[in-house]
């Protein structure tokens, strides 16, 4: 009773933080006012089964979805995850997992790599000769424990860069998140707070210049130097509420429910839907991401948002091996296939 009692006020408690943390929608829109996009790319098995993960969260992925569900973990697990994103854009994925200290601790790296892109200027409109790139990087650690039997706990920090060419950005990101199993069929519920911190500005030698002197200054006209100043921008804050259910669970298969709510700082609310079913070393999932903006589905078709997957799990004697493939249709902007290879050892 006592436990269940602590367990309802830590919940109550992150809730009221989501609130704080993720204000409701003002006058004006903050639509494509945060920055730092990558940190939204969904990562994992779970991107076959609409990004449905929040109340899952059972492999080390869940540094990135709800640190708390690193608390499940049974032993030592790595993952690599690759996405063809679009336009030639790459994302990649790794994070390793382990229980010690009474608890988990985690480490994940997030790198985006944009490729080359080459110099125009308005001189050399056909191209200057030289190239530059662009890349995204976060880097976290994550630790989470059990409070209770059904209530585990977990927080996140990582620091987050963005860099085009010689102007970027740095700074630090935290992530929060709970974890409860009511203990019927499997029943989950969780909640999760990510990528929460300072806002960040662009700093870099692009954006110094020299400013000429009027003719008029009596002693020099030597240019002054001078740096463009920056607007600072919010990071993507996500606040995720979740469910996960069991439908059907034996020793040889499972079939997996899910469904996560999530409200963010600089989009439109989406519900993440997914279904996820195993039979022996065999994976299937599907799901679907709902966009809340009614003009979403009418502009881009009801396929937008639709992804699937399948994984194959096998286990050598010395180490647990999974490979899972997860596809999802992004409308005009074509479709994103993501691998992932989960090693336990």
């Known amino acids: 009773m006592?436990?269940?009692?602590?367990?309802?006020?830590?919940?109550?408690c992150a809730v009221l933080l989501g609130a704080?943390?993720?204000?409701?929608?003002?006058?004006?829109?903050?639509?494509?006012?945060a920055g730092l996009p990558f940190l939204k790319?969904?990562?994992?098995?779970?991107?076959?089964?609409?990004?449905?993960f929040v109340a899952v969260a059972d492999d080390p992925t869940a540094a990135y979805w709800n640190p708390a569900g690193l608390a499940l973990l049974k032993g030592r697990e790595v993952v690599v995850n690759h996405?063809?994103?679009?336009?030639?854009?790459?994302?990649?994925?790794?994070?390793?997992?382990?229980?010690?200290?009474s608890g988990s601790f985690g480490v994940d790296v997030t790198a985006l790599s944009l490729g080359k892109f080459e110099e125009t200027t308005i001189e050399d409109y056909q191209g200057t000769g030289e190239t530059f790139t662009g890349t995204d990087l976060a880097a976290g650690l994550s630790y989470a424990r059990m409070f209770?039997?059904?209530?585990?706990?977990?927080?996140?920090?990582?620091?987050?860069?963005?860099?085009?060419?010689?102007?970027?950005?740095?700074?630090?990101?935290?992530?929060?998140?709970?974890?409860?199993?009511?203990?019927?069929?499997?029943?989950?519920?969780?909640?999760?707070?990510?990528?929460?911190?300072?806002?960040?500005?662009?700093?870099g030698s692009q954006l110094d210049f020299t400013h000429e002197r009027e003719w008029e200054w009596p002693w020099t006209r030597e240019p002054i130097p001078a740096t463009y100043l920056t607007e600072t921008f919010p990071l993507p804050v996500v606040f995720r509420v979740g469910i996960a259910y069991d439908f059907l669970h034996t020793d040889r298969s499972y079939l997996t429910g899910a469904v996560d709510l999530n409200h963010f700082n600089d989009v439109n609310e989406?519900?993440?839907?997914?279904?996820?079913?195993?039979?022996?070393?065999?994976?299937l999932r599907a799901g679907y991401v709902l966009n809340t903006d009614m003009d979403y589905a009418d502009n881009l078709g009801w396929k937008t948002g639709l992804s699937a997957?399948?994984?194959?799990?096998?286990?050598?004697?010395?180490?647990?091996?999974?490979?899972?493939?997860?596809?999802?249709?992004?409308?005009?902007?074509g479709g994103s296939h993501r691998l992932t290879l989960t090693v336990g050892f």
Do not use: Q
């Open 309 to 333: 997957g399948a994984g194959f799990k096998v286990k050598p004697a010395a180490f647990g091996l999974t490979m899972d493939y997860s596809y999802r249709d992004l409308a005009r902007l």
């Open 20 to 33: 704080i943390a993720t204000p409701g929608r003002a006058a004006f829109t903050k639509i494509g006012m």
């Open 148 to 203: 209770t039997d059904k209530l585990a706990f977990g927080f996140s920090a990582k620091l987050v860069s963005e860099k085009i060419w010689d102007v970027g950005c740095t700074g630090a990101a935290f992530d929060f998140g709970l974890h409860y199993n009511t203990g019927w069929r499997n029943l989950r519920l969780a909640m999760a707070i990510v990528n929460f911190g300072p806002d960040l500005h662009y700093s």
């Open 41 to 52: 790319i969904g990562v994992g098995r779970c991107t076959g089964m609409g990004d449905a």
């Open 83 to 101: 996405i063809d994103w679009i336009a030639d854009i790459n994302h990649d994925y790794v994070s390793v997992a382990m229980p010690a200290l």
């Open 2 to 12: 006592r436990h269940d009692s602590k367990a309802t006020r830590i919940l109550a």
């Open 270 to 283: 989406k519900v993440n839907m997914g279904f996820e079913y195993n039979y022996r070393v065999l994976f």
